[in-house]
């Protein structure tokens, strides 16, 4: 079974600076999807960075990037000069890659808390 | 796109009782995922529609839980005589067939259930 481990509960940056998050996965498998999600308080999850494992390039996303590390199973979230709107939950979650008609279920992290300070 | 919705919002009901909640997918999504997030947790899968087929449930849903997708279109989740572990957010999520887009979940805002 496939786990997903967020070792920061809380984490604290200040405005303008950069804060790395950090997310470890455990799987047996080949091909998977790994992302980020931001869960702003009392606001819906949303999308943040998604990582193919196939794809040995990094993703980025404006001032999101991560860190995929295939052989240590880490995939890290860099957030480049953080915005007062960037506090939020942000939880790492993993996607094996299933074909047709199958599940793409979403295996999620316990989650770090971030808050940015102006 | 007006995005994935939930109805209630809140609901507060006492042990025992019964409650039902709904989504409303993305409008051209055929794939409807439910999970449940418990405080300082991160979400966990129930189940999954493809279109109103329920194609997988996890061990999670015990028998008290039941999900329908009639037609394809919106998709109700019940928990029938409630308990208080039941407390927790229900999230809904749905996404594409097509493509890449397979593996884009959007999420709804959640129904925040408590059992008094």
């Known amino acids: 079974a496939q786990t997903v481990t967020q070792s920061q509960p809380e984490m604290s940056v200040q405005e303008a600076e950069t804060v790395t998050l950090s997310c470890t996965y455990d799987?047996?498998?080949?091909?998977?999807?790994l992302f980020w999600y931001k869960q702003p308080p009392s606001r819906q999850m949303i999308l943040v960075i998604r990582?193919?494992?196939?794809?040995?390039q990094n993703a980025t996303e404006n001032r999101f990037s991560v860190n995929f590390q295939k052989a240590a199973k880490s995939f890290s979230l860099k957030i480049s000069d953080s915005q007062l709107g960037d506090t939020a939950m942000y939880f790492c979650?993993?996607?094996?890659?299933?074909?047709?008609?199958?599940?793409?279920?979403?295996?999620f992290g316990s989650g770090t808390r971030l808050l940015v300070r102006p | 796109d007006t995005g994935v919705s939930q109805d209630p919002r809140h609901k507060i009901t006492k042990r025992g009782q019964n409650v039902t909640f709904r989504c409303d997918p993305i409008s051209e999504h055929n794939r409807l995922y439910w999970y449940r997030q418990t405080l300082g947790q991160g979400p966990e899968f129930l189940t999954y529609f493809q279109n109103e087929a329920q194609l997988e449930k996890s061990r999670l849903l015990s028998d008290r839980f039941s999900a329908e997708r009639p037609k394809g279109s919106f998709s109700t989740l019940e928990i029938q005589r409630t308990e208080q572990g039941d407390s927790a957010m229900y999230l809904c999520?749905?996404?594409?067939?097509?493509?890449?887009?397979?593996?884009?979940?959007?999420f709804g805002p959640g129904t925040r259930l408590t059992v008094t």
């Open positions: 990582q193919e494992a196939y794809k040995q």
């Open positions: 979650a993993f996607m094996k890659h299933m074909g047709g008609d199958s599940s793409y279920k979403l295996i």
């Open positions: 799987t047996s498998e080949n091909n998977y999807y």
């Open positions: 999520a749905s996404s594409s067939q097509i493509g890449t887009r397979v593996y884009e979940q959007y």
